[in-house]
């Protein structure tokens, strides 16, 4: 048993920031890869950053320099910092982990997204 659950989304002004966060709860051995994905209305779902279980980052090249993902190992959580948003920004954010269970078997997890608003 394994949530995600992701906060941190809202209505912001174009230029503005947030920061979202997505803890990972339950029965949990590990945590590989985390990131956040987006997905606008009329859109598909995309990638916008990953990060290791070591700190290694992927970013969507839209984005790169505004926004920055992180994580806490000891808190099973996975930040974006998002600086300088866009109405384009606009978007449902999930978060996403590759986690081993205490079984240890390994699932992909999803959250059930925050929506991010950037419009003035």
């Known amino acids: 048993q394994v949530q995600l659950v992701e906060s941190g989304g809202g209505l912001v002004q174009p230029g503005g920031s947030l920061t979202l966060s997505c803890a990972a709860s339950g029965t949990i051995f590990s945590i590989d890869v985390m990131g956040w994905y987006r997905q606008a209305p009329g859109k598909q779902r995309e990638l916008v950053a990953t990060?290791?279980?070591?700190?290694?980052?992927n970013y969507r090249e839209s984005v790169k320099g505004r926004f920055t993902i992180s994580r806490d190992n000891a808190k099973n959580t996975v930040y974006l910092q998002m600086n300088s948003l866009k109405p384009e920004d606009t978007a449902v954010y999930f978060c996403n982990a590759d986690i081993q269970t205490i079984s240890r078997r390994a699932w992909n997890y999803w959250g059930q997204g925050t929506q991010v608003t950037v419009s003035s």
């Open positions: 990060i290791s279980s070591r700190g290694s980052t």
